[in-house]
């Protein structure tokens, strides 16, 4: 009877151990780690200690709502070239003529917090004779239809055929015809969002700043007079 008893209770700790071995197989590294730690291992042991760093991945920026550093740089050496006929420098507009017209591409920066709005302009047809939705080239020409490169201080308002608009009045020699060529800030219906889903891209202005109708309200209030726009194709 007392052996049939030590039987019992061998085949017991045969079968706890073998569970026991079979619950660290089930985790990896259990085994050996209770060798390299020389004790029974504890709840703590099979618990990372911190969080593992997540992999480190770079993401490239290609935001069309995102100033491009060489173009911003440029605009700024513009703003301090032209300081003194710039009545206000807490704010300017830069027109990324680089960009495609489907693209918000007429970038309104605040220069003390460093946050931009980003909206839709047209170019000039002149500087895109075959409507591919990207400028070709810049012109200063009376009668080309182009649009001009330079900085541009914003001047009064007026109603013209196109509605409320705004002259400019060029401060560089690629844009000093800007106020007689009456190249300014205007809205137009080819200039709207609508125009991207149709045909891919925007109509075309005849040299002025084309914006869409919803949005000459926030594009009159950003530039008000006195405010430098910069527009470049780098």
């Known amino acids: 009877m007392h052996d049939d008893h030590g039987h019992v209770r061998e085949r017991r700790a045969l079968l706890k151990n073998g569970l026991v071995l079979a619950g660290a197989l089930a985790v990896p590294g259990t085994v050996s780690a209770t060798t390299?730690?020389?004790r029974p291992l504890t709840a703590r042991d099979l618990k990372p200690m911190s969080q593992p760093p997540l992999?480190?991945?770079?993401?490239a920026v290609t935001s069309p709502k995102v100033v491009r550093p060489d173009l911003l740089r440029q605009a700024m050496a513009s703003l301090s070239r032209h300081g003194s006929r710039i009545q206000h420098h807490d704010r300017i507009a830069i027109a990324d003529f680089a960009a495609a017209s489907g693209k918000p591409r007429f970038h309104f920066v605040d220069l003390a917090s460093g946050r931009s709005t980003s909206l839709l302009v047209a170019h000039g047809s002149g500087s895109d004779p075959a409507h591919t939705g990207y400028l070709e080239r810049f012109s200063n020409r009376f009668g080309s239809n182009a649009s001009s490169e330079g900085a541009f201080v914003?001047?009064?308002?007026?109603?013209?055929k196109h509605g409320r608009s705004q002259r400019l009045i060029?401060?560089?020699?690629?844009n000093d015809?800007?106020?007689?060529?009456?190249?300014v800030v205007h809205s137009a219906w080819y200039a709207n969002k609508d125009m991207i889903e149709t045909h891919g891209m925007l109509g075309r202005s005849q040299g002025c700043f084309a914006v869409g109708e919803r949005d000459l309200d926030?594009?009159?209030?950003?530039?008000?007079?006195?405010?430098?726009i910069y527009a470049a194709k780098v």
């Open 36 to 38: 390299r730690l020389g």
């Open 55 to 59: 992999p480190r991945t770079t993401v």
């Open 154 to 160: 914003t001047d009064d308002y007026y109603v013209g």
């Open 170 to 174: 060029g401060l560089d020699p690629t």
């Open 177 to 183: 015809n800007a106020l007689d060529r009456a190249i």
């Open 218 to 228: 926030q594009v009159f209030a950003r530039l008000g007079t006195g405010r430098m």
